[in-house]
């Protein structure tokens, strides 16, 4: 419990606020044959402020606010997590919101700063999907030093929700150029709208991506999101719906696409040599593939 404490402190300090989720069985854990987490609270043998620091924290927010995170909830409900065969929620919720997971170190296999997660859903289809995923996650302070740029990244993201981001693209994401169509898009969704915070993560990642794409070449492979291109025959068949004017005038055909969770969010973007940047023709929902047409 120290050592969780020492942890939630850091991340606390790193992250400039103190937004720890945890579920309603949490206090009943056992840390011990025969002693749970309620009984640490009530042991007079703890430090006082330890366990005022511990209460305050761990009773601020739920897992998922069903109403104001409907959208979030929604897709836990059909979806699985799985960490070693056994069902593993809160790790599964801090890959929804796009967070860090954080553990007691009761064993070894929780020492890790990503945890192997298999994660089945049903998609926008009704298909079951099943992927295996990493997500961030802590034990101990030396496995915050792996999520820096994800830290630095979610503290720029606060700071820049104070102010309207879209209208200055080209000084936000600078390895980014924007379709009209893709500024459109943009500017439709309310300041406030969920998704708009997981547009503004798939884009700074892929800003990130391409930063130095010049040198070393534009591997989409190894962009964070899930990046998957369109199948020929829907190119075959949609070419039209796929196809955007670029800022120089050029129009170019969009394949690659990074998915926004949950919901059908696409980025449909091209990196496009002669230019030297990446550039972004849709945000929006799924655009028309051979087996969805709407």
Not at 6 to 15: H, I, S, T
Not at 20 to 29: A, D, G, V
Not at 153 to 174: C, K, S
């Amino acid at each position: 419990m120290d050592q969780f404490i020492k942890l939630m402190a850091a991340f606390f300090k790193a992250m400039g606020s103190k937004d720890l989720r945890t579920n309603e069985n949490f206090i009943h854990l056992e840390l011990a044959s025969d002693y749970r987490i309620i009984q640490w609270i009530n042991d007079s043998s703890v430090d006082k402020e330890a366990k005022r620091f511990f209460k305050s924290s761990i009773t601020r927010k739920p897992y998922i606010n069903d109403h104001k995170e409907s959208h979030i909830y929604s897709k836990f409900l059909s979806s699985d997590f799985f960490h070693n065969g056994l069902k593993c929620e809160g790790i599964g919720i801090a890959h929804l919101l796009e967070a860090i997971s954080i553990s007691l170190e009761s064993k070894s296999e929780w020492n890790r700063d990503y945890l192997k997660i298999q994660f089945i859903e049903i998609d926008e289809e009704n298909d079951i999907q099943e992927n295996i995923i990493y997500v961030r996650h802590a034990s101990k302070i030396e496995h915050l030093d792996s999520h820096r740029s994800y830290i630095t990244e979610v503290r720029a993201l606060e700071y820049r929700d104070n102010i309207e981001w879209r209208d200055q693209l080209d000084v936000t994401f600078p390895n980014l150029l924007f379709c009209e169509h893709a500024k459109l898009q943009l500017s439709k969704y309310k300041k406030g709208e969920p998704i708009l915070k997981q547009i503004q993560i798939r884009l700074f990642e892929l800003n990130s991506h391409f930063q130095d794409a010049k040198e070393r070449g534009a591997d989409y492979s190894n962009i964070p999101s899930k990046t998957t291109p369109e199948s020929k025959a829907t190119l075959d068949a949609y070419k039209e719906e796929h196809t955007f004017r670029c800022p120089d005038g050029k129009g170019r055909t969009f394949s690659w696409h990074v998915r926004m969770t949950p919901g059908a969010g696409r980025i449909f973007f091209l990196y496009e040599e002669d230019v030297g940047k990446c550039i972004i023709g849709h945000i929006g929902n799924k655009l028309k593939t051979v087996t969805t047409t709407t």
